[in-house]
C-alpha cells in the first residue's frame, strides 16, 4: 500500500521559511509527478506547485506563490519538498502533498505575528 506522509510544518512569524516533506512509502511504479496543494478550512483546495517525474524536473508554480516557493524531489529518497521563503500569513493552511489518485494526512503551516 502506497502512503504520502507530509512532515515539517509549523508556526511561524510573516517573512519566515519552512521546508515541508513528503516521503513517499510503499510499492510503486514510479517515480511520478508529484504535487503540493493547500487547503483553509471552508474552501476548495488550491493548488500550489507541481514537479515532473524526473530529478531536477519541470516545476510549475500558482501565481500566488511564485518567486517565494520551490518544489524538489530526491528521487532515491522518494521524498518531495517544498521549500517556503516569504511566509505571509495568507499562507496559512493544511498542506497536502499528492501523486496520482493518492494524498497524504497534511501538514499545518501557520503564519501569524
Known amino acids: 500500500q502506497v502512503q504520502l506522509v507530509e512532515s515539517g510544518g509549523g508556526l511561524v512569524q510573516p517573512g519566515e521559511s519552512l521546508r515541508l516533506s513528503c516521503a513517499v512509502s510503499g510499492s510503486f511504479i514510479g517515480p511520478n509527478a508529484m504535487g503540493w496543494y493547500r487547503q483553509i478550512p471552508g474552501k476548495k483546495r488550491e493548488w500550489v506547485a507541481t514537479i515532473t517525474a524526473s530529478n531536477g524536473g519541470i516545476t510549475m508554480y500558482a501565481d500566488s506563490v511564485k518567486g517565494r516557493f520551490t518544489i524538489s524531489r530526491d528521487n532515491a529518497k522518494n521524498t518531495v519538498y517544498l521549500q517556503m521563503n516569504s511566509l505571509k500569513p495568507e499562507d496559512t493552511a493544511v498542506y497536502y502533498c499528492?501523486?496520482?489518485?493518492?494524498w497524504g494526512q497534511g501538514t499545518q503551516v501557520t503564519v501569524s505575528s
Open positions: 499528492t501523486m496520482r489518485s493518492l
